[in-house]
Nanobody
Framework: QVQLVESGGGLVQPGGSLRLSCTAS????????IAWFRQAPGKERERVAC????????DYAESAKGRFTISTDGAKNTVYLQMNSLKPEDTAVYHC???????????????????WGQGTQVTVSS
């Protein structure tokens, strides 16, 4: 059974950093695309970053490039999202997600992901 559990959210001041974790079970991390999405109140869910170890790829939204880094720890079956230089507009609930394992790239659309974690709140405010 595929499960994803996020942690690491919280309140941080503008310019600060947070590291989110997504611990996966029920599948091997390297074999599927794993993405971080975020959703702010009143806005659509946005894919922030994706990693697909087997295909040797990472992909970032323009808003995340240069500030966010996605990485994996196979021994812990965990995906991380290191977020630096945080801005108030990064405030959102962050979810990790994965697909069924048949894709050969990082899917871009919400509906292409079949499994979701419960989310973790990130608030950037002074």
């Amino acid at each position: 059974q595929v499960q994803l559990v996020e942690s690491g959210g919280g309140l941080v001041q503008p310019g600060g950093s947070l590291r989110l974790s997504c611990t996966a079970s029920g599948f091997a991390l390297a074999d599927r695309a794993i993405a971080w999405f975020r959703q702010a109140p009143g806005k659509e869910r946005e894919r922030v970053a994706c990693v697909f170890e087997r295909e040797g790829m990472t992909d970032y939204a323009e808003s995340a490039k240069g500030r966010f880094t996605i990485s994996t720890d196979g021994a812990k079956n965990t995906v991380y999202l290191q977020m630096n230089s945080l801005k108030p507009e990064d405030t959102a609930v962050y979810h990790c997600a994965t697909d069924t394992g048949y894709a050969s790239t990082c899917p871009k659309l919400v509906w292409e992901y079949n499994y979701w974690g419960q989310g973790t709140q990130v608030t950037v405010s002074s």
